[in-house]
């Protein structure tokens, strides 16, 4: 079974700098992907990004990348030019490339941006 | 376009009442997952259907629950007699066939 590791309960960054939330999965299988969610405190569940691990060029969108190392099995997140509307609880999830799609999720970074 | 829409967004129940939470997938998705978040934890997964479907139920627990996705209307998760341990905020998800899920608001389930 397909495990992911978030091991900071809790980060701070100052705004306007970068910040990276670690994550490191665990699975013996091939094909799979990678995504992180924002939970801010009002609770919804929002997706930031995609890898899939086949693909060779690390994702980005916007202000996100995903510093993918295969071979570590690591999916960090990395959100550059931080702002006060990041501060969130940030999940890094995968699933395998087979008729099962579940996600399965970390136990999530807190994000606190400070002014 | 919509998104996954869920309600109701906030469920009051007693002990031993049932509990219907409802699913309305995004339009053109015809996978819906069911998740659930207990407090300060990450999201576990319960179910995944799809039209008429159950595909794979390996996180419902054996007794009390219950999911369909009928032909037509909205995603149905069924909690019966719930107990205290069953509050949680329940979340929804739709997709095509590609990866990405989308998550409804959620439901957040109290039993008194």
């Known amino acids: 079974a397909q495990k992911i590791t978030q091991t900071q309960p809790g980060m701070f960054v100052q705004e306007k700098e970068a910040v990276t939330l670690d994550c490191t999965y665990d699975?013996?299988?091939?094909?799979?992907?990678l995504f992180w969610y924002k939970q801010p405190s009002s609770g919804e569940m929002i997706f930031l990004i995609y890898q899939g691990s086949y693909d060779e060029q690390n994702a980005t969108e916007g202000r996100y990348s995903l510093n993918f190392q295969k071979a570590r099995k690591s999916a960090n997140l990395v959100i550059s030019a931080s702002q006060l509307g990041d501060s969130a609880m940030y999940f890094c999830?995968?699933?395998?490339?087979?008729?099962?799609?579940?996600?399965?999720f970390g136990s999530g970074t807190r994000l606190q941006v400070q002014p | 376009n919509a998104g996954v829409m869920q309600n109701p967004r906030h469920l009051v129940r007693r002990r031993g009442q049932e509990a219907r939470l409802r699913c309305s997938p995004m339009?053109?998705?015809?996978?819906v997952y069911w998740y659930r978040q207990l407090p300060e934890e990450g999201l576990k997964f319960m179910v995944y259907l799809q039209k008429e479907n159950i595909i794979d139920e390996s996180g419902m627990p054996k007794e009390r629950f219950s999911a369909e996705f009928p032909k037509e209307g909205p995603s149905i998760l069924r909690i019966q007699q719930v107990v205290r341990g069953d509050s949680a905020a329940y979340f929804c998800a739709s997709s095509r066939e590609a990866y990405e899920q989308y998550f409804g608001p959620g439901t957040r389930l109290t039993v008194t």
């Open positions: 999830a995968m699933t395998l490339d087979t008729g099962r799609r579940a996600l399965t």
């Open positions: 339009k053109g998705h015809s996978h």
């Open positions: 699975t013996s299988d091939q094909s799979y992907g």
